[in-house]
């Protein structure tokens, strides 16, 4: 998963503005784009080279650990995101709204911002351990130097960010040539070559190893990281309107998207599965385990540094790039509708929400602080995964809900898409994503001998601090002085129905 977009925020609009809404005109000539071009677009918005080594632990397994959830999630969370951002503006929290209710409303843009409390201690301890071998490999499973990476990183992006620098501005799709497809094409061609040379795979490759093997749900816990890995793929819905026949062309761009979100996830799983033991792959360095061995392999070892440098580039552009998005996202919506203290919202002189990115910052700080005390990384890596994964399923799950509300109450509202069977649709995403929740609690195989109550007590304390116990406190504590004084006085927006 590449992290998605700042949650939209329902936007106050003048009646001029809602006339324009309903008449799907903006005032300017229309725009089209291809369904390729959003098929791309999609593809970019998702596809991370990040997931490889979770999957890569099942050799040729990974083919269908990565399709189930691609027809489960991918695609019901990508047409029903297509239904709801044809038909409404204001991103989640006007949908849930609208369906069932503020509060949830609120519920959902929290978790958005809230998953980011997760995501970026274990975003940043796949760069320390990619770094590591930059500078010493053996650095990479030392908790220490994970924690020190974390905190100072983080610490500087908040810097940066809050300065409202625009320097950042185009790493993402920096990050997605240099840090995701470069090395993906490189990785899959080294592994093609490995094999053609009479090389053994170190996974077995014939079709009697197409399922993984059952020994419980701990054998496939890690199919929870791909929900996280297929996260956003709904955000594009809201360009469905720049297609010329949307009904036609929106389901062949999402397949088309979906083949290639596919390729780029299952292939590098695949080639780094051949070069690379299952147990001795790191779930935060399992990437430069495999560019090491290959490249040790084909005599060129010191390339293994340049590709460290072009995936920490990129993971470090994609993170400074959306720091401040999902927290300024939550600052504005609060500003209208009063869910955050004063505090919370302020903006410093850049605009930017510095104070909410310093209480961000505090609770990333004391998560590093725990790699430091953690003998083993990929452990507290895949902990703080699922965390991230869950609170983020919560969002999803009114989503799903949402859509199949809003085509009860509000049959007649025009819409540029419409899900085919929405219930259907709807239903198996938010089975699939309730069932992803409660797998997670589930310590995978690779988590070792450690402790299963220490496990329980980190994923669920997360969950429920983060994702429910947070956002509850807000509102039940909500004051009519929490609105920030510039919309105190102005009606809020009518509830269509």
């Known amino acids: 998963m590449r992290l998605p977009p700042p949650p939209l925020i329902m936007e106050r609009m003048t009646t001029t503005e809602k006339v324009r809404e309903e008449a799907g005109d903006d005032g300017t000539k229309r725009q089209f784009i291809s369904w390729v071009t959003l098929a791309l677009m999609t593809t970019a918005s998702v596809a991370s080279l990040r997931p490889s080594p979770a999957m890569a632990i099942y050799g040729l397994a990974a083919v269908f650990l990565y399709l189930l959830p691609a027809v489960v999630f991918l695609l019901p969370t990508a047409l029903v995101g297509a239904e709801l951002a044809s038909g409404w503006t204001g991103g989640i929290y006007r949908w849930v709204s609208e369906a069932l209710g503020k509060p949830l409303g609120f519920l959902a843009v929290w978790c958005q911002f809230a998953m980011t409390i997760a995501y970026y201690p274990s975003l940043l301890a796949y760069v320390a351990s990619t770094f590591a071998y930059v500078i010493h490999p053996s650095l990479a499973e030392n908790g220490l130097y994970v924690a020190i990476v974390i905190v100072t990183i983080y610490w500087t992006g908040v810097w940066v960010s809050s300065r409202g620098t625009k320097t950042v501005a185009g790493l993402s799709s920096f990050g997605l040539v240099v840090g995701t497809l470069v090395p993906g094409v490189v990785l899959v061609g080294l592994g093609v070559v490995?094999?053609?040379?009479?090389?053994p795979s170190a996974a077995p490759m014939t079709p009697d190893h197409w399922l993984p093997p059952w020994t419980g749900l701990a054998s496939l816990v890690l199919i929870v990281n791909n929900f996280l890995s297929y996260a956003g793929m709904e955000m594009n819905g809201v360009h469905v309107s720049s297609l010329r026949e949307p009904r036609s062309e929106y389901p062949r761009s999402i397949f088309l998207a979906t083949g290639l979100v596919l390729l780029i996830f299952i292939l590098p799983a695949l080639a780094i599965s051949w070069v690379m033991p299952a147990h001795q792959l790191s779930l935060t360095a399992g990437l430069m385990q495999a560019f090491q061995a290959?490249?040790?392999?084909?005599?060129?070892?010191?390339?293994?540094?340049?590709?460290?440098?072009?995936?920490?580039?990129?993971?470090?552009?994609?993170?400074?790039?959306?720091?401040?998005?999902?927290?300024?996202?939550?600052?504005?919506?609060?500003?209208?509708?009063g869910y955050l203290p004063p505090v919370l919202q302020r903006l410093n002189k850049y605009g930017a929400p510095r104070n909410i990115m310093v209480a961000q910052g505090v609770i990333t700080t004391l998560i590093g602080v725990l790699y430091a005390f953690s003998d083993d990384v990929s452990s507290?890596?895949?902990?703080?995964?699922?965390?991230?994964?869950?609170?983020?399923?919560?969002?999803?799950?009114?989503?799903?809900?949402?859509?199949?509300?809003?085509?009860?109450?509000?049959?007649?509202?025009?819409?540029?898409?419409?899900?085919?069977?929405?219930r259907l649709v709807?239903?198996?995403?938010?089975?699939?994503?309730?069932?992803?929740?409660?797998?997670?609690?589930?310590?995978?195989?690779?988590?070792?001998?450690?402790?299963?109550?220490?496990?329980?007590?980190?994923?669920?304390?997360?969950?429920a601090l983060i994702g429910v116990v947070a956002p509850l406190a807000f509102l039940a504590f909500r004051k009519p002085s929490w609105v920030h004084p510039e919309y105190a006085t102005q009606p809020s927006p009518p509830r269509e129905g």
């Open 194 to 199: 490995f094999l053609a040379q009479g090389n």
């Open 294 to 337: 290959f490249f040790d392999h084909f005599g060129v070892g010191w390339l293994t540094k340049v590709v460290g440098i072009m995936l920490v580039l990129a993971a470090l552009g994609g993170m400074l790039t959306w720091l401040a998005g999902p927290a300024k996202g939550l600052v504005q919506l609060s500003r209208q509708e």
């Open 380 to 422: 507290a890596y895949w902990m703080f995964s699922v965390i991230t994964v869950q609170i983020y399923l919560i969002a999803y799950l009114l989503m799903f809900l949402a859509v199949v509300r809003l085509r009860k109450s509000q049959p007649d509202r025009e819409r540029g898409f419409r899900v085919p069977a929405v």
């Open 426 to 463: 709807a239903g198996v995403g938010f089975v699939a994503s309730l069932t992803a929740m409660v797998i997670g609690f589930v310590p995978p195989e690779q988590f070792g001998d450690a402790p299963l109550w220490r496990y329980l007590i980190v994923v669920g304390g997360g969950l």
